[in-house]
């Protein structure tokens, strides 16, 4: 099943193109890592698939349907720098809301419920659950809007730059997490400026510049006429060599 396929998907805010039909196709159960220098239409990209943003042409499906009819099994995970951090909410607040979908608009999420209490172990912040979030770290803010993401119990999981700011330590937890969620079937299309995170962990790589430069296995979306197109550069396929040869991936 095609967890998302998008079709000559366009977004335009005035007189600028964010997106120019773009097309791709995302199968189910794998991690897609969405890369391309700042402006390239990433944030758009997942915007426009929650249904925050409306396509000026194109179409798209998630899940078979379309976003609204499929919105309860979609998670979406924004940027930290989007986010207010300085509500009066306990981590606890902010995961149960991923439930009230389940239980009902008026109906309060009980303080024992098991989905909630499953979802911070595994995100491993259960002995968070009664902080407020101004006092948690990057990669603790992180994992509270993944444990909410689990908690919604979605199907596709769009996360906007999740590895910004956070230590490597927390990175790699957050990557494990995400790894294990695709083993159980869960599809997850990432944005990223983390390059080296790609080359063994993700299915594919989404290389976008407003455009679709390329989309495929990371061997072959990472070539270096991909990323000149997308960075206007050759500096970073060359950082991408590098790190291709330390980490021994060909």
Same mark, same amino acid.
């Given at each position: 099943?095609? #967890?998302?396929?998008?079709?000559?998907?366009?977004?335009?805010?005035?007189?600028?193109?964010?997106?120019?039909? =773009?097309?791709?196709?995302?199968?189910?159960? &794998?991690? /897609?890592? !969405?890369?391309?220098?700042?402006?390239?239409?990433?944030? /758009?990209?997942?915007?426009?698939?929650?249904?925050?943003?409306?396509?000026?042409?194109?179409?798209?499906?998630?899940?078979?349907? /379309?976003?609204?009819?499929?919105?309860?099994?979609?998670?979406?995970?924004?940027?930290?720098?989007?986010?207010?951090?300085?509500?009066?909410?306990?981590?606890?607040? =902010? =995961?149960?809301?991923?439930? @009230?979908?389940?239980?009902?608009?008026? $109906?309060?999420?009980?303080?024992?419920?098991?989905?909630?209490?499953?979802?911070?172990?595994?995100?491993? @912040?259960?002995?968070?659950? &009664?902080?407020?979030?101004?006092?948690?770290?990057?990669?603790?803010?992180?994992? @509270?809007?993944?444990? $909410?993401?689990?908690?919604?119990? #979605?199907?596709?999981?769009?996360?906007?730059?999740?590895?910004?700011?956070?230590?490597?330590?927390?990175?790699?937890?957050?990557?494990?997490?995400?790894?294990?969620?695709?083993?159980?079937?869960?599809?997850?299309?990432?944005?990223?400026?983390? %390059?080296?995170?790609?080359?063994?962990?993700?299915?594919?790589?989404? !290389?976008?510049?407003? $455009?679709?430069?390329?989309?495929?296995?990371?061997?072959?979306? %990472?070539?270096?006429?991909?990323?000149?197109?997308?960075?206007?550069?050759?500096? =970073?396929?060359?950082?991408?060599?590098?790190?291709? $040869?330390?980490?021994?991936?060909?």
């Amino acid at each position: 099943m095609e #967890a998302v396929k998008a079709e000559g998907l366009t977004v335009v805010y005035g007189r600028l193109k964010a997106l120019d039909e =773009v097309s791709f196709t995302i199968p189910s159960g &794998s991690m /897609t890592a !969405v890369i391309g220098p700042n402006g390239s239409g990433k944030s /758009t990209l997942l915007k426009t698939l929650i249904g925050l943003v409306k396509p000026a042409a194109g179409s798209f499906k998630v899940l078979g349907s /379309t976003i609204d009819k499929m919105r309860g099994k979609v998670a979406y995970v924004p940027q930290r720098e989007e986010v207010y951090w300085e509500y009066p909410l306990t981590v606890w607040d =902010v =995961v149960a809301l991923g439930r @009230i979908k389940a239980v009902g608009p008026l $109906r309060p999420v009980r303080k024992g419920d098991r989905v909630v209490s499953q979802s911070l172990e595994r995100a491993g @912040i259960e002995s968070l659950q &009664s902080r407020r979030l101004s006092e948690l770290s990057g990669g603790q803010q992180q994992r @509270i809007f993944l444990a $909410r993401a689990m908690a919604q119990e #979605a199907d596709l999981y769009l996360m906007d730059e999740p590895l910004t700011g956070i230590d490597a330590e927390a990175e790699d937890r957050l990557l494990d997490i995400l790894s294990d969620l695709r083993k159980e079937g869960k599809t997850i299309v990432m944005t990223t400026h983390d %390059l080296s995170s790609t080359l063994e962990l993700f299915d594919n790589v989404l !290389v976008l510049k407003n $455009r679709l430069i390329a989309f495929g296995r990371p061997e072959e979306a %990472l070539k270096t006429e991909n990323l000149v197109q997308a960075y206007g550069s050759e500096r =970073v396929a060359m950082h991408l060599s590098d790190v291709r $040869r330390v980490a021994g991936w060909r």
